[in-house]
């Protein structure tokens, strides 16, 4: 069963920009903090950005003052606007819980690749 589904990456040169779209259902969306995360080839997945159900936000160093995430919980989406990027945010972008496995164990959408070239 499909619970989430992110969309929105691409290839963009670095100092470019990208907004990435995550679709929940609304169960999941109305009672869970909220977050992206990221996998770079190689690494482990991190989480990079979170917004509670109130709408607080935090950032992990990385990203901080380039990304704003936001949700919306009337339509159960939440975006990832992602400026300066930088060939180190070369990753495949995941929407999820915070913190994860609170829709199933192990559960993950199929995320979505974001390309940075130098």
């Keep these: 069963q499909v619970h989430l589904v992110e969309s929105g990456g691409g290839l963009v040169q670095a100092g470019g920009s990208l907004r990435l779209s995550c679709a929940a259902s609304g169960s999941i969306f109305r009672l869970n903090h909220m977050g992206w995360y990221r996998q770079a080839p190689g690494s482990q997945r991190e989480l990079v950005a979170q917004i509670t159900i109130g709408g607080f936000t935090n950032?992990?160093?990385s990203v901080k003052g380039r990304f704003t995430i936001s949700r919306d919980n009337?339509?159960?989406?939440?975006?990832l606007q992602m400026n300066s990027l930088k060939p180190e945010d070369t990753a495949v972008y995941y929407c999820n819980t915070v913190p994860v496995g609170?829709?199933?164990r192990g559960y993950w959408?199929?995320?979505?690749q974001?390309?940075?070239?130098s």
Excluded: E, R
């Design 109 to 112: 959408g199929q995320g979505t």
């Design 74 to 79: 009337g339509k159960n989406t939440m975006c």
């Design 59 to 61: 950032y992990a160093d």
């Design 102 to 104: 609170l829709i199933a």
């Design 114 to 117: 974001v390309t940075v070239s």
